[in-house]
């Protein structure tokens, strides 16, 4: 049985935050895999500045490819768009069948969110979360405190946000030490975000 951590985002562009909890996530809980599921289009956020799905997914392999644990996913390309985590989840239980045990990887801010979510409850009752820590406004709703399958890690809190990288970008300043070396030049080359 393999345990696999879901890490779901746009990741437009995956930048070391990303990289550090992931790999927070494997070293020091008991998944053996942490995926980074590229989501086309996420149900809250708007399309405007986001990159080609295949170009978003290029960046995540390049940043994870000297990381045996760390796995790109494109599972939600082609799924019916936005995409809801609870869809992906039941496509992904099909693909892979009882041999691998699916949990999910989100920050704090998420959480606090999440009953909004799409069947957010079907999501509980089937999955065990795994929720780091990060600086947000708001509160955890009641119903998630002390909940069973809600494990807490404590990995560093770091903010750095995919927003400020290609806005910062853009102006011309020199956002090279937030982003994976290959991640930076593959952006560079490509000229994204200009
Ligand atoms: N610096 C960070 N540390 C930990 N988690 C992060 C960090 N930045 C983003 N995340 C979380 O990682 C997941 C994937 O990030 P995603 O690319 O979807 O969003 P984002 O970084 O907030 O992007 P944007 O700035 O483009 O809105 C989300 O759940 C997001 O909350
Ligand atoms: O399923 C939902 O209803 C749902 C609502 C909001 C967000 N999500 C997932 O959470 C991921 C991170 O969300 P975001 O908006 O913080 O980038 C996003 O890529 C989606 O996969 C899922």
Same mark, same amino acid.
């Given at each position: 049985?393999?345990?696999? /951590? *879901?890490?779901? /985002?746009?990741?437009?562009? #995956?930048? #070391? /935050?990303? *990289? #550090? #909890?992931?790999?927070?996530?494997?070293?020091?809980?008991? *998944?053996?895999?942490v995926w980074f599921v590229v989501t086309p289009q996420s149900p809250f956020k708007t399309k405007k500045t986001l990159l080609a799905d295949n170009h978003r997914y290029q960046m995540v392999y390049e940043a994870t490819k000297d990381y045996p644990r760390l796995k790109p996913s494109k599972i939600e390309f082609g799924l019916p768009q936005p995409n809801y985590t609870v869809n992906t989840l039941v496509h992904l239980r099909e693909k892979y069948g009882p041999d691998h045990e699916f949990a999910l990887i989100m920050g704090e801010d998420n959480l606090k969110s999440l009953h909004k979510w799409k069947n957010y409850e079907v999501i509980l009752s089937d999955y065990n979360l795994y929720v780091y820590p990060r600086i947000s406004e708001g509160q955890v709703d009641h119903q998630f405190k002390g909940h069973a399958k809600i494990h807490s890690v404590s990995a560093p809190i770091m903010e750095i946000s995919s927003t400020f990288i290609r806005k910062n970008h853009k102006e011309g300043k020199n956002i090279r030490p937030l982003l994976p070396d290959t991640v930076w030049k593959y952006m560079d080359e490509m000229n994204f975000y200009r």
């Open positions: 049985m393999k345990k696999v /951590g *879901l890490y779901f /985002g746009t990741f437009n562009p #995956i930048h #070391i /935050g990303h *990289l #550090i #909890i992931a790999n927070h996530m494997v070293e020091f809980s008991n *998944l053996d895999e």
